[in-house]
């Protein structure tokens, strides 16, 4: 394709996202600034072949996150067993007592996963699972519609994957992860509001399964039931698709301060009169110290090798890994267990002296925060940057639903570090996104 | 359909019939720059700010300031910004334009994809812009060029919008924004305390008023070609054929009342339904015997508001113990 050709694609598609407010929201100390997510409209070639064992391996991962997060909750067999410490659990602040032998709508405590995948000289590897209130997918489906409508014919010619049938997945999964499982459930989606990063993505997604967008304010529990407040009456809730953290969703059973919740709320939700996905706690499973056992969890719950491997993990709680991330802290990523968004983490290589020595004083101060990981050299992808094409670090944040069955819709959202050299490819930090094409090998 | 998201789409549809109402007559208070005298000038400033019952920058009471032949460009400038670009001013254009936009990112997933990139777009556009990149040309297009974005996106609206409750609100936002803020400039208009121009004619502010709410050629075709204060005054309550009369807005108010399903406050929305019905009595059957215009028209405005109140009540911050429930 000439250059000139690719200029208009790259425009066309940037002008897209700007006219149709694809936007997530930045902070700095005063305000909250609305930025349109910039978009590389070169796409991310994964073969078939790549995908499936991707696919396969979130799935066995999923599957045995719930498997944990249900014992965890209960019996805590592994942990009885020896398979993870008991510290680690009771120091991860979101291990929440409030959900201990609270049943679930099919065992299914993450019906939503985000994870992060990075593919190293080894092949690919799970950097994180996000499992609280992972967000991207508004952007996933939105990079796909702006590269389909502006490289129709590449786009028919590759025969790529479909991925806009996510909404419809999600719908299904969340009908699934209902109580009753009634064929039309009244759902909400509770959103913090109007100044959340991701309100957008918010939005997209209660127009894609036919959702009230709510706001804590616009929901009442009575009598153990939830309602929400519409032009004609209160209207009960089946279920909640909460983009709200488990702190500030019922200030009557977590942070009493939060005005973004709902009283009673946990209250209707352990008399199984209203469902909440993801359900509450599930972070215990996605701390960084926790993450390190995830391949023990897959043997331990499945009785099966893990298909897609971790990222080498050291953490800051052992003496010996503490020792090795200060003797290395140059050589090392650093980030806090309970951190997201690639905020407060220390990237040594590319960090100052001055800067290592501030951050290795707080691991000192508090080991178990941290955990430590090799700086990954992330696979590069070409973008369409300053008018030519340059490589940039990306990753893969595909969607996994998890009701009655699982469901995966064959891509990702890309996440790229677009400025040279940089290796954060959060969007909270800079970082763009691409489409990606699952084609047939 | 949740009640704040109705309530977004009432307030967004408020706030696009005020960009509107304010860019028709700040076009027609440009355009008088060419050409009009100064104390024509000052009495279109006067009007504006009186009705919105807002202060000028200058801090003067808005029947107190006036212009001299040296300062009026100077003037001109400095109110044309606060009223169209002044982010503090909540009635300057940009303000209500921003928060139209607002409501519409909120209620975004109850509104079509047309609508938002229309709104999207016209905000783009809006954003940046500032009183200097548009006073060296022909300020005035840009006026225009706005309110045909406002009417864009009503036309969006009516080919691509589904006609359920959403459509109700957005539309009896609009109407109820045209009423309270005619009616208050009607009002005003017709008050003895608005110093008369110099000339001891009326002539431009009725002319102008017309000219602003598209009504010449209505006026026309039923009066004749002089303006004449009482006719054209008459003609913008009371006609109910003329889309910018306060009869057509109280009329379409009452469909939109009539439309909507029970509200769960059901003491409140029988009280809006009787405003309403007030209202359209009012104007059919009192307005025509009135010695004293003025007075109804502060009648009406008051009514007005108190129909909005008992709207929000109604549908939007009703007592969860006065709804009904359903499972």
Aim: aromatic letters at 10%.
């Amino acid at each position: 394709m000439p250059p000139e050709r690719m200029a208009t694609i790259q425009e066309r598609v940037t002008r897209s996202f700007t006219n149709e407010g694809i936007s997530f929201t930045l902070y700095d100390e005063d305000e909250a600034t609305e930025r349109i997510i910039p978009i590389d409209a070169i796409p991310r070639i994964v073969p078939q072949s790549e995908w499936l064992t991707i696919e396969t391996g979130l799935k066995q991962r999923v599957s045995a996150l719930n498997r944990f997060l249900h014992d965890v909750y209960h019996d805590a067999r592994i942990i009885k067993d020896g398979v993870i410490p008991v510290d680690i659990i009771k120091s991860c602040p979101q291990y929440r007592l409030e959900m201990h032998r609270v049943t679930v709508p099919n065992d299914v405590y993450v019906g939503i996963c985000g994870s992060d995948i990075v593919r190293t000289n080894d092949g690919y590897r799970v950097l994180e699972d996000n499992l609280r209130v992972p967000s991207g997918v508004s952007y996933m489906i939105a990079n796909r519609r702006a590269v389909k409508s502006n490289m129709p014919r590449i786009f028919r010619q590759n025969e790529v994957m479909e991925v806009e049938h996510y909404g419809r997945n999600l719908f299904e999964t969340l009908r699934e992860l209902t109580w009753t499982q009634t064929s039309e459930p009244s759902i909400a989606l509770l959103t913090p509001g109007l100044f959340n990063a991701a309100f957008y993505e918010h939005v997209f997604l209660a127009h894609e399964i036919g959702a009230a967008l709510v706001e804590g304010q616009d929901l009442v529990v009575n009598d153990g039931f939830v309602y929400m407040r519409t032009t004609t009456g209160l209207k009960k809730v089946d279920v909640i698709y909460r983009r709200v953290d488990d702190d500030f969703i019922d200030p009557l059973a977590f942070r009493r301060d939060s005005v973004l919740g709902v009283p009673g709320l946990l209250h209707a939700f352990k008399l199984g009169n209203v469902a909440l996905v993801n359900a509450p706690g599930t972070g215990v499973a996605d701390d960084k110290s926790v993450y390190v056992y995830v391949p023990e969890m897959i043997r331990y719950y499945l009785s099966e090798e893990p298909i897609l491997q971790n990222v080498d993990t050291y953490l800051c709680r052992r003496p010996e890994d503490l020792e090795y991330t200060l003797d290395n802290l140059d050589k090392l990523v650093v980030k806090t267990v309970g951190g997201s968004g690639g905020y407060g983490m220390l990237i040594g290589p590319q960090a100052t002296q001055e800067e290592r020595s501030k951050y290795a004083q707080e691991i000192r101060d508090d080991p178990a925060n941290f955990i430590a990981q090799p700086l990954m050299q992330l696979s590069r992808s070409p973008c369409w940057i300053e008018g030519a094409l340059r490589p940039r670090c990306v990753d893969l944040r595909p969607f996994i639903l998890q009701g009655a069955e699982t469901r995966i819709v064959s891509g990702a959202f890309c996440r790229v570090a677009l400025p040279e050299g940089s290796y954060v490819v959060n969007s909270s930090q800079g970082g763009g996104g691409k489409d990606v094409w699952v084609v047939r090998d | 359909m949740l009640a704040r998201s109705a309530e977004c789409l009432y307030w967004m549809g408020r706030y696009l019939e005020r960009t509107e109402h304010l860019c028709q007559l700040l076009g027609v208070q440009i355009g008088a720059l060419i050409d009009r005298p100064v104390s024509e000038l000052t009495f279109g400033w006067h009007r504006i700010y009186k009705h919105l019952q807002e202060t000028p920058p200058s801090g003067e009471k808005a029947e107190e300031f006036s212009f001299s032949e040296d300062e009026s460009l100077a003037d001109a400038y400095t109110l044309t910004d606060d009223l169209t670009f002044e982010p503090s001013n909540k009635y300057s254009i940009w303000s209500c334009f921003a928060q139209s936009r607002e409501n519409a990112r909120q209620a975004r997933h109850c509104i079509s994809e047309d609508m938002w990139s229309s709104l999207n777009l016209s905000y783009l556009r809006i954003r940046d812009a500032t009183l200097s990149d548009i006073w060296q040309d022909e300020p005035e297009l840009f006026y225009v060029d706005l309110v045909r974005d406002v009417n864009t996106f009503f036309g969006m609206a009516s080919v691509s919008m589904y006609r359920d409750e959403g459509w109700d609100f957005l539309q009896l936002g609009k109407t109820i924004e045209h009423l309270q803020l005619r009616v208050n400039l009607l009002a005003i208009q017709s008050q003895d305390s608005i110093p008369l121009p110099p000339d001891g004619s009326r002539d431009f502010e009725w002319t102008s008023l017309l000219n602003a709410y598209r009504a010449s050629g209505a006026y026309q075709q039923n009066y004749g070609i002089d303006v004449n204060a009482n006719d054209a005054l008459d003609m913008l309550v009371s006609n109910a054929d003329l889309p910018n009369s306060l009869m057509y807005a109280i009329t379409r108010t009452d469909e939109r009342i009539r439309d909507l399903d029970t509200a769960p406050d059901a003491k409140s929305g029988d009280s809006a339904l009787r405003f309403s019905g007030r209202l359209k009595s009012l104007v059919a059957h009192e307005w025509p015997d009135t010695e004293d215009r003025a007075r109804m028209l502060v009648m009406i405005g008051n009514l007005a508001e108190r129909l909005h109140d008992q709207i929000a009540e109604a549908w939007f911050n009703y007592r969860n113990e006065n709804a009904s429930r359903q499972f």
